[in-house]
């Protein structure tokens, strides 16, 4: 007798399930992606205990006749695909042909269904994947399903769902999700017969899109739009201060297809590179649109992953769309209050300098501060609260700060004086704005280094200094010698792993070089140039800029602050330090007055 045998369809079609049907909003994703296959333009969802009981999907969309309704809950049976060529341009939500019955094999199953033509409907009832009844009934066009009793024919399954809310809760992100890529469709989702969150119809995205990230408005929201040939890119962006310590803030979407994807998801932390701590993930979402045929959707049986035919096409343009909508925000952020100026033009906040140089913004002069002894090392996480502080957050979205802020700029602020040697006290009207003298000073000495609209001004040695490196370090320096050397570092090879250095900026003369050159070639070495020459240049000059800046705990003159408050307002970003840490936080009035109680 044979040992491999066929399984039956009932026993198929449970295993097929358990791809496809991993809880109740896994369900009701199948069953509103259908919705909207079929142009319904309103789509109610009801659940009961969490999915475990009932999850009901209704729409008025195009519907089906009996014969559609009898193949749609027979396995690999579709109306998306009619050959194999079809599958190289899929540009429908579903298409596998699995889901109803996979769906149908775990649960009881009601389908009511009309077109729009016909004078009745048809009613097909299927428990454990068996057809109980099929009856013509009365009905409204478009199609509900109803799915009872989830799991009951296999309670190993049943017995691993979490708790109610953790379900319903699963079953709203995908809701809501849904919504924000139809904003020209009302959903409606109920729990236990209660109304849990209806999104009506709405002209602008961005309503929804404000709606899904939290506690913010629609006009703190940064746009992001650029087209690169078919591939089109636009979607809205949470300001750097609203960066999480995960990546669930961020909401990717290809062709209308929800999907999660680490090229995407790569390309916009790379774009607000600079602007958050290493750690922390960019609230966003996007919206990408492109041929069916650039991009593979079947190739995980739940299609939240997709395959790009260029993911450095797409990385690229995810990338540079980001950087610069950032950038124009930052800019809006910094023109001067009320002067009928242009806002001034700059480079994005990510977007290295060619080795070749071209031109761009020149950067101030070079700072006057000494140097302290040790590198200041970067502390991920958020600004400390004052005492009692229960209010908003501390960083306002750009559109409200710009309200907030009285002054033209850092130089018109009233300096009151420095905290613990480290921070600079300044007044805006009734507010109180602290700057991080650190962070504020390696932002400067980052964009004067960064500048290439002429080369920084450098000074020669009269000895060259030698270093000496190890093995894979001396071969990164090689490669990055053009672009030190466009920075104002001159270094040549002398033989072997040794380097000597004959020219030096004139902001870091004062230096030890040596050790600067061994920690650029170690850290370096550990980035690797599959980051790309570009960003490890950026990364040497985020190390120069820590080196030289002015540290923590050093006292600074009147006129030394000064200094830097004018040089603040020459950056093209001047919120961040390189490192994407804040230079400065704000503390109004009634945040103060709060924190010690003497609001009501």
Known sequence: MPRIRILPDILA???????????????????????????????TIEIENGGRSLIQVADNGSGMGRDDALLSLERFATSKLHSDADLSGICTLGFRGEALPSIAAVSKLTLITREREAAAGVQVQIEGGKMVQVTE?????????????????????????????TEMGHVADVVGGMALAYPQVHFKLLHNARLVKQWPKVNDPIERAADSMG??????????????????????????????????????FVNGRRIRDRVIQHALCEGYHGLIMKGRFPSAV????????????NVHPTKHEVRFADQRRVHDLVRQATAEALSRAERRLWAPAGSGEAVREAQPAYNPVPLTGQAGLRAPAAGTFPDAAQIEKSVPGAAPKPP????????????????????HGFADLTVVGQFRGTYILCQDGDDLILIDQHAAHERILYEQLSQNAERPEAQHLLVPETVELSFSEARMLEHLLPG????????????????????????????????????????????GLGAGIARVIQECRMVMACHRAVRGNQHLADAQIRRLLVQLDACQNPSHCPHGRPTWIRWTLRDLEKAFGRTG
């Open 13 to 43: 079609n449970k295993i097929a399930a358990g791809e496809v049907v991993e809880r109740p909003a896994s369900v009701v994703k199948e069953l509103v992606e259908n919705a909207l296959d079929a142009q319904g333009s309103r789509i």
């Open 137 to 165: 009934t009365g009905a409204p066009q478009g199609t509900l399903i109803r799915v009872a009793q989830l799991f009951f024919n296999t309670p190993a399954r049943r017995k691993f769902l979490k708790s109610t809310a």
């Open 215 to 252: 506690p913010l408005a629609a006009d703190d929201l940064i746009r992001v739009q650029d087209q690169r040939g078919e591939l089109i890119l636009r979607g809205y962006l949470a300001p750097a201060g609203m960066a999480r310590s995960t990546s669930r803030g961020t909401i990717v």
């Open 286 to 297: 996007l919206f990408l649109q492109m041929p069916c045929d650039q991009v593979d959707v």
């Open 388 to 407: 009692g502080f229960t209010g908003r957050p501390f960083f306002p979205a750009p559109s409200r700060q710009q309200d907030l802020w009285t002054a």
């Open 484 to 527: 030190l050397g466009a920075m104002g570092l001159e270094i040549e090879a002398f033989g072997g792993t040794t380097f000597a250095v004959k020219a030096v900026p004139s902001l870091l003369s004062d230096h030890d070089i040596g050790r600067l050159v061994r920690e650029l070639a170690e850290r370096s070495a550990e980035i």
